[in-house]
C-alpha cells in the first residue's frame, strides 16, 4: 500500500496525464484543437437556438385531432392559419406598424447622426438626451406613455388643449391607436440607430467634403452625393434590425392596448401570444411563428442584398 501510494505521489507519476493531454491535442491537429474549444458552445447553441427551431417546425406540421391523442402530419395548421381572419388583420397591421415606423425611424435617427456628428460637449449632451429613450425597458416606455396618451388629462391633451384642440382618445380610437404606437417606436428606437448612423459617418474621410467644398458643392450635394451613398451598409444594417424589432416588440402592445380597440393593434407576435396561451391553439401558433420569421428572413435577404452593393460601392 505505501508502494501503491508513493507511485502516486511520484512526479513521474504526476506528469503523465498532461503528457497524455499533450499526446492527444497533437493527434487532433489545429482544427480538431478548435472544434474542441467549441464544443461547449455549439453544445449550448444546438440545445437553446436551434433544437427549439426544430420543435416549432414539428408543432407547425402537426395535426391533432379534437378529443383524440391521435397526431398525423401535414399542412394543417397553416390552412387555419390563412382562413383566419384576425390573422389577417394582424399582418395588415404589421405592415402599417412597419411602414409607419422603420422610415420615419431612420429618417430622424440619420438626420440626428449627421446633425450631432462633431464632437463638441453640446453634442455630447444632445446625444445623451436623445439615447435616452433606448435605456428604458419596452414596459417601462409604455407605461410612461400610458400617463401621455390619457384622454383629457394626458400630456398630450394638456398641451393640444392649449392651441384649441379637443379632447382625443388616443388608445381608445380604432383609428389612432396604431399610430399611438408607431409614435411611441420612434421615439424608443431613433436613438439606437443613431449611433450605428454616428459610427459610419466616422468612417468617411474628411477629404472627401473638403474636396467637394473645392468644387463648390453645397451641403445637400455633400450628402446625396457622399454621406448617403457611403453609408449604404449601415443603412441597410439598421433596416435589418428596424425588421427584427417590428415583428419582435409586443411589450408596448401588451401595456397600452392588448391588440384592441377591435384588434386595431393586434401585431403577429401578440396575435401568437394569444393563440397559444390564451386559445392553447399551439399548432396554429407555431404556425404564424413559421410565417412570421419566413416573411423576417425573406426582408432580411432584401437588406443584405443592398448592403452587398454598398460594400461594392465604397470599394469603387
Not at 474549444?37 to 414539428?58: A, G, R
Not at 425611424?105 to 436623445?130: C, K, P, W
Amino acid at each position: 500500500m505505501a508502494q501503491t501510494a508513493l507511485a502516486v505521489d511520484s512526479p513521474e507519476h504526476g506528469t503523465a496525464a498532461p503528457r497524455r493531454v499533450r499526446r492527444l491535442a497533437g493527434r487532433l491537429g489545429a482544427d480538431g484543437r478548435a472544434w474542441l474549444l467549441l464544443l461547449p458552445s455549439l453544445v449550448f447553441l444546438c440545445l437553446f437556438t436551434y433544437w427549439p427551431i426544430v420543435q416549432v417546425l414539428l408543432q407547425a406540421l402537426t395535426i391533432e385531432t379534437f378529443g383524440s391523442q391521435a397526431t398525423s402530419l401535414g399542412l394543417g395548421n397553416f390552412d387555419r392559419l390563412f382562413a383566419d381572419a384576425a390573422f389577417t388583420g394582424a399582418l395588415l397591421n404589421n405592415l402599417v406598424y412597419a411602414v409607419g415606423t422603420i422610415a420615419p425611424s431612420i429618417a430622424l435617427a440619420l438626420a440626428l447622426a449627421v446633425g450631432l456628428q462633431e464632437a463638441t460637449r453640446f453634442n455630447a449632451l444632445l446625444r445623451t438626451v436623445v439615447f435616452f429613450p433606448v435605456l428604458l425597458p419596452l414596459v417601462a416606455a409604455a407605461a410612461l406613455f400610458l400617463f401621455v396618451f390619457l384622454p383629457g388629462i394626458g400630456l398630450l391633451d394638456y398641451y393640444l388643449a392649449t392651441l384649441g384642440a379637443g379632447q382625443t382618445n388616443w388608445l381608445g380610437d380604432p383609428d389612432l391607436a396604431l399610430w399611438s404606437l408607431v409614435g411611441l417606436t420612434v421615439w424608443k428606437n431613433a436613438g439606437y440607430y443613431m449611433l450605428f448612423f454616428l459610427a459610419g459617418l466616422q468612417a468617411i474621410p474628411l477629404d472627401l467634403y473638403e474636396a467637394a467644398r473645392i468644387e463648390g458643392a453645397g451641403a445637400w450635394r455633400r450628402f446625396t452625393r457622399i454621406t448617403l451613398p457611403l453609408l449604404g451598409p449601415s443603412l441597410a444594417f439598421v433596416l435589418v434590425i428596424a425588421l427584427v424589432n417590428v415583428i419582435t416588440q409586443v411589450d408596448h402592445v401588451v401595456v397600452l392596448t392588448e391588440g384592441g380597440p377591435s384588434g386595431a393593434t393586434d401585431l403577429l407576435l401578440f396575435y401568437i401570444y394569444q393563440t397559444a396561451h390564451e386559445s392553447y391553439d399551439y399548432g396554429k401558433a407555431a404556425a404564424a411563428t413559421v410565417v412570421s420569421v419566413a416573411i423576417l428572413l425573406a426582408l432580411s435577404l432584401v437588406s443584405l442584398r443592398t448592403l452587398e452593393r454598398g460594400v461594392h460601392y465604397e470599394a469603387s
